[in-house]
């Protein structure tokens, strides 16, 4: 993984572990059966895993295809000790496709117990799946798409054109205010006691830092005044990439939340987030997600350990 400078976050899907080798891409044979071939099966935003004893787990490779006659790409995930890895995304159970022994599990509710070489491959592996599931024809012509630069590419059979795997940016912040509380809230889609910080989608012809300052003053009414990148993070259900702010706002700013979007919103110190986790008040996202490592970045600690 490349060293970032100045303050960033750190959170399991970031991790690098394999070489992404994109300039096999153009090799025809890129995703041809061989003996230097493994498959990492997915299926819906689930990835195939193992566990060790110490709960730890790990991508499974498998020697052979598994799509058995279904029509979904292949996509060349890059290299991984000597073999290419090509994630096979499979359709749902079924006896013919799916092996009694595979295990999969949710890459959104595991991401934090996979082992660091498997975070980046698991993380392309879904993304990759949801595209190609969902992109099957031309949105110029209708056409049929057709796989190629080894499942990364999809161009279409009547007009030629090309279709690129989507990520969505989205910025997720932690606003503070003068006293160093933060602002929590609860989106109107989210379960009752579940808290997160504020996030929203970057729009066109918007700037990150811009971004952020909407979101909050569209949601909960307030200005900030100061933003600071912190990290980003694939978040891949179904394609986003999540870019981390910290940001602050004035000392006596009072919310005025948007009510289609957030059922409830209130600031916390460090010391009332610990009484609310305690008596079970409120809950907080999984420790894979950016959301959680900017409140644990604010309170110092792992908000939850």
């Given amino acids: 993984m490349a060293k970032l400078r100045g303050p960033h976050l750190s959170?399991?899907?970031?991790?690098?572990?394999?070489?992404r080798d994109a300039l096999l891409r153009s090799d025809p044979g890129a995703v041809a059966p061989g003996d230097d071939v493994r498959y990492l099966v997915t299926r819906s935003g689930a990835v195939t895993l193992r566990q060790d004893g110490d709960g730890t787990l790990h991508a499974v490779m498998e020697e052979a295809d598994p799509r058995e006659g279904t029509q979904q790409p292949l996509v060349l995930l890059g290299r991984r000790d000597g073999f290419r890895v090509l994630a096979a995304e499979i359709?749902?159970?079924?006896?013919?496709?799916?092996?009694?022994?595979?295990?999969?599990?949710?890459?959104?509710?595991?991401?934090?117990?996979?082992?660091?070489?498997?975070?980046?491959?698991?993380?392309?592996?879904v993304a990759m799946g949801a595209w190609h599931r969902s992109t099957r024809h031309c949105p110029q012509c209708g056409g049929v798409?057709?796989?190629?630069?080894?499942?990364?590419?999809?161009?279409?059979?009547?007009?030629?054109?090309?279709?690129?795997?989507?990520?969505?940016?989205?910025?997720?912040?932690?606003?503070?205010?003068?006293?160093?509380?933060?602002?929590?809230?609860?989106?109107?889609h989210f379960p009752s006691g579940f808290y997160s910080v504020l996030a929203g989608f970057v729009e066109p012809g918007e700037s990150l830092e811009n971004a952020v300052a909407r979101e909050v003053a569209e949601e909960v009414g307030i200005t900030v005044e100061e933003v600071e990148y912190m990290g980003s993070q694939p978040w891949p259900f179904p394609r986003s990439l999540m870019l981390g702010y910290r940001a602050w706002a004035p000392q006596a700013a009072e919310l005025t939340l948007q009510e289609e979007e957030i059922a409830e919103a209130r600031w916390f110190s460090r010391a009332e987030l610990a009484d609310?986790?305690?008596?079970?008040?409120?809950?907080?996202?999984?420790?894979?997600?950016?959301?959680?490592?900017?409140?644990?970045?604010?309170?110092?600690?792992?908000a939850q350990s």
């Fill in 276 to 302: 609310a986790l305690e008596t079970e008040e409120i809950a907080l996202p999984g420790p894979a997600s950016m959301g959680r490592a900017l409140i644990d970045d604010w309170f110092g600690r792992s």
């Fill in 91 to 125: 359709a749902e159970p079924s006896p013919e496709l799916d092996a009694p022994g595979r295990d999969l599990r949710d890459l959104r509710r595991v991401a934090d117990q996979l082992a660091d070489s498997d975070a980046d491959l698991a993380a392309a592996a």
């Fill in 145 to 188: 798409l057709e796989p190629e630069m080894a499942g990364w590419v999809l161009r279409c059979r009547e007009d030629g054109s090309e279709q690129f795997p989507r990520t969505d940016p989205a910025v997720i912040m932690a606003v503070r205010d003068g006293q160093d509380r933060l602002l929590l809230a609860r989106n109107a």
């Fill in 11 to 19: 959170t399991p899907l970031t991790l690098l572990g394999s070489d």
